[in-house]
């Protein structure tokens, strides 16, 4: 499937999104025959397992997070996603896209230059290196386990906070081990599931998916500075 399909379920998208969905085809095919970003088994489908999956972050919330002006992190981007994707479909929202392996960076940096996403800033860095306080949604795409990963990202999120990460499976062991070990209620976790997010799609990748958000708690925050 190529971009229409895109455009099929973000009907009011401008010319400059179209424009920029349609050339993320022929670059990732450019820059992964080069530096192997995304399977390559995935490539036929990208559009659908890579680009509409990052845009059920997007599709899937109702109260969305991505506003103008605000500073989403994209935690372990790896060759961009979901942050290339988000930040075209988003392009008042500030992304900065982190990954540990500096050539996947290199991918994110070109793509980025060739659309003219000035929204992004890519980082060569892990996630716990990053300043407190430095963003104020995550988002991330099945990096590790919710107990392994929330601990990267304590007190990077500006109050009140939220993580978006897109999972697999059943989740409530998950849930329930990096709520005990993050001291986290397990009512600050929330589920989405993705299966019914593009209706009319013939695919069964998303009947698995689906997105668990983390909000409103006081470990994911650094602490609001004192006005004097």
Aim: proline letters at 5%.
């Amino acid at each position: 499937m190529d971009a229409r399909i895109v455009f099929h379920y973000f009907p009011h998208l401008d010319s400059t999104a179209r424009e920029r969905l349609l050339r993320l085809g022929e670059l990732y095919s450019y820059w992964n025959k080069r530096i192997n970003v995304v399977s390559r088994k995935d490539m036929e489908h990208l559009y659908v397992k890579h680009v509409l999956h990052s845009l059920a972050l997007s599709a899937a919330i109702m109260d969305t997070p991505f506003t103008a002006g605000a500073t989403v992190l994209d935690a372990g981007t790896g060759g961009g996603f979901p942050g290339i994707p988000l930040a075209i479909l988003h392009p008042g929202t500030r992304f900065i896209l982190c990954d540990s392996i500096a050539k996947k960076i290199m991918v994110v940096r070109e793509i980025s230059a060739s659309l003219s996403l000035e929204n992004i800033t890519p980082v060569v860095c892990r996630v716990e290196t990053l300043p407190d306080g430095c963003c104020d949604v995550i988002v991330s795409r099945a990096v590790t386990s919710l107990a392994g990963f929330l601990p990267w990202t304590r007190k990077k999120l500006r109050e009140p906070g939220r993580i978006l990460f897109l999972k697999g499976g059943d989740l409530a062991g998950e849930i329930e081990e990096a709520a005990a070990k993050c001291r986290i209620p397990q009512t600050c976790f929330s589920v989405t599931e993705l299966k019914d997010t593009f209706p009319g799609l013939e695919d069964d990748f998303f009947e698995t998916k689906k997105i668990c958000e983390i909000k409103q708690t006081s470990y994911l925050c650094a602490p609001q500075l004192k006005s004097s």
